[in-house]
């Protein structure tokens, strides 16, 4: 199992040891066959790229001709959809590449999990719901627009704590409980996923900073 970007990575040896059987002392030594077995852990490397692509950022539905992305000033290093309004519907393009490679021979299942609640941290406002769905995108373009069905993150069974888009040294904590449906799975060793990032912003949404946290994890089948 694999989260964020630590690895796990280990090795069982199990062996059994030569076999000598001792006979009288005057008959010749007898040895038996020596089996070994080696049994290792699968090992996977995953690295998390946001903002993955020139001309990343959000894009408000708009019928007709789509506005140019834009991002927040949180970008690079986050995905920052930048100045929204409530009750409208916005993409964020090219916002995440999932690489992942691993020595497991039945290949890997990746989950997605974000926040079950949006908050507000200039007044601590809450709102309980889904808000934040995934798009798969590709590796340099895609057709995707702020229209576009969006597939809903599993929730995580408690709200964010800790964290703050102005410190990235500072994660949050979110309770992980158990697996949802997988986002994506791969029988290759190797493989890469690209995603769009959909937000819907409450109607009854205040003016502040809203935080909303994903969190990936990767299992070996």
Not at 84 to 112: C, E, Q, S
Request: net charge negative; charged share 10%.
């Amino acid at each position: 199992m694999k989260r964020y970007l630590l690895g796990l990575m280990g090795a069982i040896f199990a062996a059994m040891a030569l076999i000598v059987v001792l006979s009288p002392a005057d008959a010749v030594t007898a040895t038996g066959n020596a089996k070994v077995q080696w049994h290792v852990l699968p090992i996977i490397n995953f690295t998390l790229t946001p903002n993955y692509y020139t001309g990343y950022g959000s894009v408000l539905a708009t019928f007709g001709t789509q506005p140019a992305p834009t991002h927040g000033p949180g970008a690079p290093t986050t995905v920052d959809f930048g100045k929204t309004i409530a009750g409208d519907t916005y993409l964020y393009k090219y916002a995440a590449h999932l690489h992942i490679t691993t020595n497991d021979d039945n290949g890997f299942l990746v989950y997605g999990e974000a926040a079950a609640v949006l908050t507000n941290g200039s007044d601590s406002s809450v709102y309980p719901g889904q808000y934040l769905y995934y798009v798969p995108s590709g590796a340099s373009s895609d057709s995707n627009t702020g229209f576009t069905p969006g597939l809903p993150f599993a929730q995580t069974s408690g709200s964010v704590s800790g964290g703050n888009t102005d410190a990235p040294g500072s994660p949050p904590t979110i309770t992980y409980t158990t697996y949802p449906n997988p986002v994506a799975q791969s029988v290759a060793a190797n493989n890469d996923f690209y995603y769009d990032y959909q937000f819907k912003v409450p109607p009854t949404a205040t003016g502040g900073n809203y935080y909303l946290w994903i969190v990936y994890t990767v299992v070996g089948q």
